[in-house]
């Protein structure tokens, strides 16, 4: 049994922003990581699932998504510092532009003082399963309409917050040997709501891109969003197909001798901030007393 650790945004000493680690965070896991347990590429733990060999129980993969620069700022000088590999997936379209993705524009609105009622923070994970099922055409058009209502603009480029890595940045990583760049598609759908014939574009062009520009290969994808229902069966054949080794959800757990490489379990790391939380996430506890949890309410139903 191996682990695979997933996180998304960080930010400077002494922040406390709840959606994001911050530098002491990170190396308090850090510490906790070099003490029990092996620190692997992600692709390590792939090709190992695949060659049948035993997964050793303290080998732990870390991941980021989406491709922000605060990767860059805050997470990868303790990755050389600590000599810890990483894969980083990244939106293609998203990297070095000045674009959004579309996830940030929502968190961005929701933080304005105007914010309209419906993007109160216990609203958002509603919000968000409803504009998760929509096309992208109507799902922009919906969060236009938002800030609409609220006399909010939203702006062309964002803000540093939610700004992506460049492409210098990336290969600079990359060149470390530490930090593996993956895909995250090349604009971030939920891929269920694209045909199959938009699917493979998303998966195919966001890889070749990616090679061409940090010219390394491209092995390791990661679903956007990632829960299920978030994508089909074709679609995870589709990854295959396109050249990907492994690719990872968002659906907490382990991953033992029979995962499928093509839907690697991860376990969320941001919200770790004391030895007691990061020991009950990486021994599983919190991911067993969740699935118990979800057995109870089964045989109750």
């Known amino acids: 049994m191996a682990r695979i650790l997933m996180y998304h945004d960080f930010s400077a000493s002494g ?3 709840f959606r994001s680690l911050n530098v002491e965070g990170i190396r308090l896991q850090f510490e906790f990581l070099r003490r029990y347990f092996h620190p692997v590429p992600l692709l390590q733990i792939a090709e190992q699932l695949a060659s049948g060999c035993p997964l050793d129980p303290k080998m732990v ?3 980021v998504d989406d491709g922000r620069r605060n990767c860059y700022e805050f997470f990868f000088p303790l990755i050389k510092e600590y000599n810890i590999p990483a894969t980083f997936f990244v939106v293609s379209s998203f ?3 000045q674009g959004w993705i579309w996830t940030d524009k929502v968190l ?3 933080d304005q003082p105007e914010a309209p009622k419906e993007l109160l923070h216990n609203k958002l994970p509603e919000i968000f399963r409803k504009l998760n099922r929509m096309r992208a055409k109507d ?3 919906y969060i236009e309409a938002i800030a609409a209502r609220a006399g909010i603009s939203i702006p062309p480029s964002a803000s540093p917050k939610y700004g992506a890595c460049s492409w210098d940045e990336l290969g600079e990583m990359a060149d470390s040997g530490l930090m593996e760049i993956g895909s995250h598609t090349a604009t971030h759908p939920i891929l269920s709501t694209l045909t199959d014939e938009e699917s493979w574009h998303e998966l195919t062009s966001s890889r070749t891109q990616i090679e061409q520009r940090l010219k390394r290969p491209v092995k390791s994808l990661c679903y956007p969003n990632g829960m299920i229902g978030d994508f089909r069966a ?3 054949k589709q990854v295959q197909e396109a050249g990907y080794s492994c690719a990872v959800v968002a659906q907490s757990g382990m991953v ?3 995962s499928d490489p093509y839907q690697l379990a991860r376990l969320g790391m941001t919200r770790k901030t004391s030895t007691l939380e990061i020991q009950k996430q990486l021994d599983g506890l919190v991911y067993y007393r969740r699935k118990l949890g979800f057995t109870k309410q089964l ?3």
């Open 256 to 258: 033992t001798a029979s």
């Open 139 to 141: 799902r922009d058009a």
């Open 299 to 301: 045989k109750r139903a």
């Open 108 to 110: 961005w609105l929701a």
């Open 15 to 17: 922040t406390t922003d």
């Open 234 to 236: 074709t679609q995870i």
């Open 95 to 97: 990297v070095g532009s």
């Open 61 to 63: 993969a870390l991941t």
